[in-house]
């Protein structure tokens, strides 16, 4: 279904923006995946194995190790989630959550007339994005790649995986760090 044809056509767009703009961060998942049988998508108990709250919880899912996605079932302009302990950020507002391993209350389905999902991003978490132009979504084309750090002061790494155009799988390992309230 053309997101043009059902549901808020602007939300269907920046849903939509989103998705390809997380394609490298995909791909890179999917290349571990091949490599380790990690998922990627999951459930939250799959990492959060040691806090007994997520074992229940549904309606939440991992991408990767360090975003967690809130699936919105019905119509709401918030919502709560859970968040195991650490340092989350969600992702449309950088509004910072500090969590113990706890329920957040309130959290915006509806920024800006636009309804998403809530999707938090773990501090220390480093994202290989899209540059997605404004009227184009044809992943065909894409081929300026960001990178979107969201620091700590804990050494994180993650590794990018893309394909050249001889075939061959590129691979970067980057990390980041706080170290004197510098990157």
Known sequence: TSPAEFGDIESNLYNTKLRYQLAPYYYSLAYYLHKTGSPIVAPLVIYYQHDKKVRHITDQKC????????????????????????TWILYRTDD????????????????????????FIKAGAIVPLYVIPDRSFNIDTLDTVII????????????????????????????????????
């Open 148 to 183: 979107k750090i969201f620091p700590t002061i804990n050494e994180t790494k993650f590794i990018v995986y893309n394909d050249n155009e001889n075939g061959k799988t590129n691979i970067s390992i980057i990390t980041q760090k706080i170290n004197n309230n510098r990157l």
């Open 63 to 86: 991408i990767g190790e360090n975003i967690i996605i809130k699936q919105i079932l019905n119509s709401t302009k918030f919502t709560k989630v859970y968040l195991p302990a650490g």
């Open 96 to 119: 910072i959550y500090n969590s113990r391993g706890e329920w957040f209350y309130n959290i915006p389905v509806v920024v800006d007339n636009v309804i998403s999902p809530p999707l």
